[in-house]
């Protein structure tokens, strides 16, 4: 049996093109949603790309002004390090108050010093001597006078003390280079010179003799007559090296 078809084609050919823009419909739906949840994700991206490019711009003007600060601070670094070079060098590394005060303990009241100085002196390195056949000792002697334009010795320095003076005998003298000797503030003391001199001193002379006052007419005569007299001294200079350094 044959099935007729009483449908018109105009019909069939409507519902296929319906059917056709349905799915194209749901298609272009499909794609628009996709464009809208990819559209929201990638505006949520840039934001957050946006806030964290905001955050490393700050970060990165932080990290500039720490930069900075610490350029500025290796500076001052360095010119402290340079300054305190400087204050190493021509710090003389002794204590000028408790030297003396070693040298009143030491020297006797019957000593009079006509001259205490301090002189400092270049350490140079044994590599820098010249070889000697004569010369055993591995430290040079670099004195700079002040009236001559050179440089004062600066660094690693000793200190060589000049003491000069007058002493009733040279047993004082001897007596004196002992006690320096002895003291743990001086090494190397040498005995310059000793000579006998003659000092010329004011005396004042009394009119009191040896049994009581001269009487004149006016009565005591208690004027005084000044004069001079000579005694015989022992006149020295002895030199030695204050013991605050260690050659090795």
């Excluded at 050919?13 to 749901?26: D, E, H, I, K, N």
């Excluded at 610490?70 to 340079?82: D, N, V």
């Excluded at 002697?141 to 001559?148: C, D, F, G, I």
Aim: aromatic content about 6%.
């Amino acid at each position: 049996m044959k099935e007729i078809d009483f449908l018109p084609e105009w019909y069939k050919s409507g519902r296929r093109r319906q059917l056709s823009y349905r799915t194209q419909y749901m298609a272009l739906g499909g794609v628009l949603a996709v464009m809208i949840v990819w559209n929201f994700v990638a505006t949520h991206s840039i934001s957050k790309a946006k806030a964290q490019l905001v955050e490393r711009a700050t970060e990165q003007a932080q990290s500039e002004r720490v930069s900075a600060r610490l350029c500025e601070l290796r500076g001052e670094l360095g010119g402290l390090q340079k300054r305190a070079e400087f204050i190493e060098q021509i710090d003389s590394k002794i204590d000028v108050a408790s030297v003396l005060a070693e040298m009143s303990f030491l020297i006797d009241e019957k000593i009079v010093l006509s001259k205490v100085e301090f002189v400092a002196e270049k350490l140079v390195d044994k590599q820098d001597l010249k070889p000697s056949p004569h010369v055993g000792a591995v430290v040079r002697v670099v004195q700079a006078k002040l009236s001559q334009k050179r440089e004062l010795p600066l660094g690693d320095v000793r200190f060589k003390v000049v003491i000069a003076g007058v002493a009733p005998n040279a047993s004082d003298v001897m007596a004196l280079i002992c006690k320096l000797e002895e003291s743990a503030y001086f090494c190397q003391v040498v005995l310059s010179f000793s000579r006998d001199a003659k000092v010329e001193v004011q005396r004042d002379l009394s009119a009191r003799s040896r049994t009581g006052l001269v009487e004149g007419p006016a009565g005591p005569d208690t004027s005084h007559r000044e004069g001079e007299e000579s005694l015989r001294v022992s006149e020295f200079e002895i030199s030695c090296y204050l013991a605050n350094y260690r050659e090795q």
